[in-house]
Structures are given as structure tokens and as C-alpha cells.
């Protein structure tokens, strides 16, 4: 009646204000019975099919597939080999720029890398049933691919266990259980067969030169088994990834063996280094880097147990002799 | 500034200078004591403590071929670093100028790319085929960047640092393609343009000496036109100054040497754009004064930085990333003690 232009201004905000209110408060309970009546349902379907898949990634992420998956995109080289490895090479789909082993691998569609992005576009078009990588992918993939409700699994690997689990998973991803389980069955018995055969040599060490110095801790795959074939990785203690160890504590480790993973002509020795044990005794070698060794112990993969014994050779020249 | 502040102020430097030279091939990840290390160092200076040395076997090596020539190459580019620092803010009229302005960095890491990306192989006088891929590259920007801002007979100040920006950035767009294509090579480009001097020994000291000595000494001479040309070129040319010669002549000496600094270390940033500005704080800015100083500075700096690059993660960090962590903090410190102007 006596209200002041204010006042009436507040009063009608404040009635305008409740209504508003009022509405959020119906769309909220609105929303949680629909949310309540979606997971119901969600809980109705559990189990309820056959052939459903569930396994736990890297991450602790549980994933459901209805069926095996027969469209698969890898963004992982370890991953790409495994799959071939379990028998399924026919469902990979869709592989990352790097994935080079096996042979077969080269006639399957390049969608990207890590680094530089993957056709997210392009794994839709394919109809995937999932995306396999390793470690993380460039920004923003994984949350675009689950809206589009394709699953995204991470196999991590940082020890040869990881390893192990990660072939058990893609076994479950593929339906190919029994292969993946003869196959860690016999990765096993070769690493321990060859983990036996150099436990009978004296331990020795090793410096492992990836260029520029740069090197594999015990955080790094390679730098993690080099321990089984009875030697020490002189950059082991490192708590993080790859190393630039300083040229004065290679000089001070004074490692038996030196390892480059490049041709000859395109190392540069750094000042000094011929006082280290291994250039006196002539035990470096070079790998090129393309060499497909290099990719067996640095790519957590199945044919680790194959590179690493290439690299227990270098190590324990005895071995070849023994044989 | 009189002589007797001046006198007191050079004789601090050196002995500073010398001092965290040797103090800086003390430290590191292999353990040496103090008094070993100055053993060794007097031992190949000077010939003594012969028995003592030969008992420390490949510790000698490491303080010998590794640490002091590394620290001695870290204090060598530091100087040169800010000292073309100097000259380039004095030249640009400008505080932001820095040793990079006219590309010498893009272009240095383009040529270091391309070297590492497509593996070329063989060495010219002793160096790597990236180190003088970098050298070749950086000076051919240089150059480049010149010519693209002349008209007529002079190239005008905002033209250089545009064109300079202009030609950075699209070599850096390269660069980083390349990174994404050759994914292999991309944590050694990466690393490279943040700057090291890992593994570096004498040969790179002896590489970059000359250009250095030859060039610091040319750009003393011309002190003098520095300080008018920070008046203005009109007032410049009246005094006599001709401006676009000295100019012309600073841009090649500098680039020269720089190039061959760049080509050993990489890219470091941050030193040769603070050091100047600190030592101007102290000495003014009469360059026969503000760029001897800056030398050592920017020397001592590089080397302490390095040292902790080298030492406090037991494995190696680009020490481009130590210099600008350290070093923009204590140039903000600075800034905010003295709150006087920088130019």
C-alpha cells in the first residue's frame, strides 16, 4: 500500500525469485527419480546378457563390453602387438603411427598418436567398441570419446607384472583367454629360463645411452628389467623417467658395459669417457636406434623377453659361447 | 661514477668471477672433495701436486675434461649472452630487447632440428653436423631478418623487431611440426631449445673462444656510439655517429658470436635479458661500463645456474629452465629494492 518504489521492487524479486526456486527444486527431484529409475534399470541389465565382458584397466576403471570387442583401435605399439600376439590381429581396425610390429600391421588405418591427437571423428565412423592406450593421450580424446559412449582403456606397463596383466586384458577384450594365458604362460618360463642362465655369470653393469646422455631409471620399463637378466642399470635409482644422467656420473659408475642406441658414426663420445671400463674393454655397442631390438625392450610388449635377451648377450658375452 | 668505486666494483667482479669458477668445479654429482678439486686444477695449470693427482685416477678426468671446461664454456656464453644483450637493448632503445631478437634463436634451433631430424651425419672442425647447422642457420636469419626490415639503405628499429618476431615465430611453427612428425626426436629438439651444456668439454670452449674474444673486443670500440645512439639517431647522426654503419656492423659481429655460442648451448634464455639491467642499476648506463660488467655478470650467473642444472637432481635439467626460474624472481626482487628506472 505505502510500499516504496524499492520495496515493491524487492517484494516482486523476492516472489519472482521464489517461483524460480520452486521451479529448481521440481527439476531437481525431477531429475534424481530419473536418475534413481536409470541406475535401477542399469542394475536390471547387470549380468543379464551373455557373452558381457567386464576387466579393470590401468587406471582402476571398470569397463563393460557386451561382447568381446570386434572393432578395436590401438594407440599403443605394445598394445598393437599384443593384440596380434593373443591371435586377434583381424579386429584391430584403427592403429597410432608408431605401431610397426607385426608385418600384418601395415595394412591397418593410421589414426594419429599420442602426441600429436587422434581422428576422433574417424574411430566414430568406425564404430569402435573400444579404444585401447597407453599412459595418456593428447588432450581431451577420452572425454570425447565416452560421449560418443565409446569406451577408452588405459594398459599402463612400467613392470614386466604390468605386462602380464595387460596381455590377461586384452585376452579378455578379445575373447581370446586361452591364447593370452599360453602366452604370458610361455613369456614367464623363457624370462625365467633366461633370468637362470645369467644368474650362473658375475653381475655386471650397464649404462644405457638412449642419445645425448639420456637414460632408463627403474621407473622406465627398460631400465626395470635389466635387473632380471642379472645386471645393473647404473640409472636405475632415478625416480623419474628417462634420465639425463650427468657425463661425471657415468665416468664415476664406471659401468662394465655401454649400450647406444645408435649407428657409430652419430655418437659422440663425451670428454673423458675412455677411462670408463667398457670403452677400455671395448664392450660398447651400438644399436640402431631403428633396429627392432630397441623396440623389443623399450615397448612393453610380448616380445620383451626376445629383446631382452639380445641385450643379456651384450651384457654376458659367456652366454653366447654357453650355448 | 668515479674511479675509485669503478676499481673497487672490477676487482670484486674478478675475483667473484674466479671465484665461482672454482667453486662451481667443486660441485656436481660424482663425489670429489674441495681441496682435491683445487688439487687437480692447480696440478694441470701449473704442473703441481703431480702425486696427489695421479692417485685420484678418473676423478682428475671428471675435474679436468668435464666440470671446469663446462663451467668455463657456461661462464663464456653467459658473458656473450649479456653482453649482445646489451648492446641490442642500447641499439632497440628498447628493455625488452634480448640477445634473441632478430631470430637468432629460432633460426640456431631450426638448424639444430633439421640436423637432428633428418640424422645428418660428418663433422666440420671438430663439431657435430647439428652445432653447425645451428651456427649456419642462425646467422642466415640474421641476415634474413635484416633484409627484410631495410628500405632503402637503413632498416628502421620497429621494422628489425617485427620482422625479427615475424621470422621467430614462423621458424618455431616449423620446428614444432617437425617435433609432432619425428616424434623420436622430439625430447632431444625439446631439450635443445631450453639450453645445455651437457657433455660439453674443451673442444666447444675452443670453438667458441675466438669469436667471442674477436667480437667482445669489437664491440668495445664502439662503446662510445652506443651511448649516443641511445639519444636518437637524429642527434646520433648530428654528433658525427653514423648510425647505420655501427649498426650494421654490431648486427654481424654480434651474430657471429652469438651463433657460435647458441650453436654449443642451445637456446638459454632470461640471462642476456636481466643481466644488463641488473648491472645498469649499479654502474649506470655508460656502456664502456655497463658492458664489461655485464659480461662477468651474465658470466657468473650462467655458471652458477649451470652448476645447479648439472647438480640437484643428480641428473641433468635444461638450464634454460634454471635461469629463468632464478633469475626472474631475483630481477623482480631487484626491481621492486632499487625502484629506480631500468633504461
Redesign the interface.
Known sequence: MNQTFYERRYYGEKYLYSGEKDMKKLLAITLAVLMIVSFAACGNDEGGKTGEITFTDSDGKKITLSEPADVIVSISPAVTEMVFAVGAGDTLKAKSTWCNYPAEVADVEVIGDAYTGISIERIIELEADIVIITGSTAAGATEALAAANIPVCNIDFETVDAVYEGITNIGIITGKTAEAEALNTKLKADLKDLTDKCAAFEKRSLFIDWGGLYSSSKVDFFGGILEYINCENIAYDYEYTSPQVPAETVIEKNPDVYIVTSAQEYFEKPAGFDEIAAFKNGEVHYIDYFDPVCDMVSRPGPRFVEGLSVIAEMVHPELKTAE | MDKKKLTAYLVTSLIVSVAVLVGCTFF????ITFTQTCQILLNKMFGLFSEEVAAL??KG??VW???F?RALLAFLVGGTLSLCGGVYQAIFKNPMADPYVLGISSGAAFGATIGMVF?V?GSFLGQ?MTSVLAFLFATVTVFFVYNIAKVGRSAHITSLLLSGTAVSQFLTAIISFLM?IY??D???IY?WTLG?F??K???HVILVIPYIIIGSIIIFTYCRDLDIIMLGDDTAIRYGVNTEKTKKTLFLVTALTMSACVSVSGIIGFVGLISPHIVRLFTGPKHKVLLPFSFLFGGVVMCVCDTIA??I?????PVGIVTAIIGAPFFIYLLRAKKTEVM
Open positions: 656436481g654429482t660424482a663425489d685416477g678418473s678426468t671428471i675434461l668435464l666440470r671446461p640424422n651425419s657435430n609432432l616424434t623420436t622430439m625430447k632431444k631439450s645445455s651437457s657433455a668439454s674443451w673442444s648439472r647438480s637432481l643428480g641428473s641433468e635439467i
